[in-house]
């Protein structure tokens, strides 16, 4: 009998979507699974939409997307980073980050190939791994003095001839850690001592609270990177914006790995939904005040979750300078797909088991706090009496 392709099969489920399919069919959870925020997409947003399709644009689009926004997020890096891409050669337009992500990697690895990969972090990038038929080696990140940093020895240790990619998420789902521009550095150097590619996954660069201001950007490694460096950054409309499902994001990337991925566009997707395209305009366009203001609530929510699970037993939290997420260490929390399963059937409440951002989370739990206030506290209550019990 045909069998299905050994890549498809090495790609693991996720730990996630298992414990939500179980949620689902439970009532009055209090959910904080998913990373998503429960904001809905600002209206002004819809109705460019709206507008759009009433313009016509429901046809086809470049497979590089519509030359108007990729003009406009040039502009936005510009603006914000003060980093000139160039629109025409350097940025492509995808279908969501994840496909930025997929779409670069089928890009840079061939089968039998390795990527490094900083974890624990979200799965999607070493599923994409596989399913190029290539393997992920995962690098922790340790722990040191309250903050996550980058074991620069260890990625040494785990090269070989085959490796030739190196991926990186900052701000971190799901530890919320930020690279230093130190650490960009350091990791730009080192892809550039042993010839691989960096790819900086860099969705929440706006969820950021550490900066001079709320709302400053985290800064891109674009401002460290020269153009002919082997460098690519993942971007989504999708956090920042409350457009999870409008599944639209971009790629920057050096001019030979844009051109590529825009011929290979037409094959995965042809291109974003082009009436999707004109509404990121317009959340770049006015977005910002909205931003700002999640921004405010988010921080709130981030310190009130804190406050919390500082004062609970065997709870260890390093606090995240961006993303929207808390990765607590749960001493004797030793099958985190367990604990959080019975949680979930115990007390109702919904949380990520860390094992499934890697070997590296397990042991933690994920705790999307992009919720509203009369979700986070029950939850929180409902997780501490939870903790006294397992004791």
Same mark, same amino acid.
């Given at each position: ?48 939409? &709206? ?11 470049? @497979? ?7 003009? *406009? ?16 050669? =350097? ?12 779409? *670069? ?8 190939? =390795? ?17 190029? @038929? ?25 090269? @070989? ?59 891109? &490694?674009?401002? #460290?990177?020269?153009? =002919? ?48 395209? #004109? ?19 988010? #921080? ?66 994920? &705790? ?8 986070? =506290? ?14």
């Amino acid at each position: 009998m045909p069998r299905l392709a050994q890549s498809a099969e090495l790609v693991p489920h996720s730990r996630i979507r298992e414990l939500a399919e179980i949620a689902m069919s439970m009532d009055g959870v209090l959910r904080l699974y998913f990373g998503e925020s429960n904001l809905p997409t600002p209206e002004y947003i819809k109705q460019a939409a &709206i507008k759009a399709l009433a313009d016509g644009y429901t046809f086809y689009t470049e @497979n590089a997307g519509l030359p108007s926004l990729r003009r *406009a997020i040039a502009e936005h890096y510009l603006r914000l980073h003060s980093v000139n891409v160039d629109p025409a050669r =350097e940025i492509v337009i995808t279908a969501s980050g994840v496909q930025a992500l997929n779409l *670069a990697i089928r890009c840079l690895l061939d089968p039998g190939d =390795e990527a490094l990969v900083l974890s624990p972090v979200w799965p999607n990038g070493c599923s994409s791994v596989a399913m190029a @038929n290539a393997v992920t080696r995962q690098i922790p990140h340790p722990l040191c003095g309250g903050r996550y940093v980058v074991d620069f020895d260890a990625l040494e240790a785990a090269l @070989n001839p085959r490796t030739r990619l190196l991926l990186y998420t900052s701000p971190s789902n799901p530890l919320g850690w930020v690279a230093t521009e130190r650490e960009q550095e350091q990791l730009l150097e080192f892809a550039r001592r042993h010839g691989l590619w960096l790819l900086a996954d860099e969705v929440y660069d706006r969820l950021y609270y550490a900066g001079s201001r709320l709302g400053c950007p985290v800064p891109s &490694i674009l401002r #460290k990177a020269s153009r =002919e460096d082997a460098v690519a950054v993942v971007q989504s409309f999708s956090k920042s914006y409350c457009m999870t499902g409008w599944r639209v994001g971009w790629l920057v990337a050096r001019r030979d790995l844009a051109a590529k991925a825009t011929q290979l566009n037409e094959f995965i997707v042809s291109h974003a939904p082009s009436f999707a395209q #004109k509404a990121a305009e317009t959340a770049l366009a006015q977005g910002e005040p909205d931003l700002l203001a999640m921004l405010e609530r988010l #921080k709130h929510n981030r310190d009130l979750c804190l406050a919390a699970l500082n004062t609970m037993r065997g709870v260890t939290v390093p606090e995240p300078d961006g993303a929207f997420y808390l990765f607590p260490r749960i001493a004797g929390a030793a099958d985190s797909f367990g604990f959080c399963k019975r949680l979930l059937e115990q007390r109702r409440v919904g949380l990520a088991p860390g094992v499934a951002f890697g070997p590296g989370g397990e042991g933690s739990v994920r &705790i999307c706090y992009a919720a509203e206030q009369n979700i986070l =506290e029950p939850a929180l209550e409902r997780l501490a009496q939870f903790l006294q019990s397992e004791t």
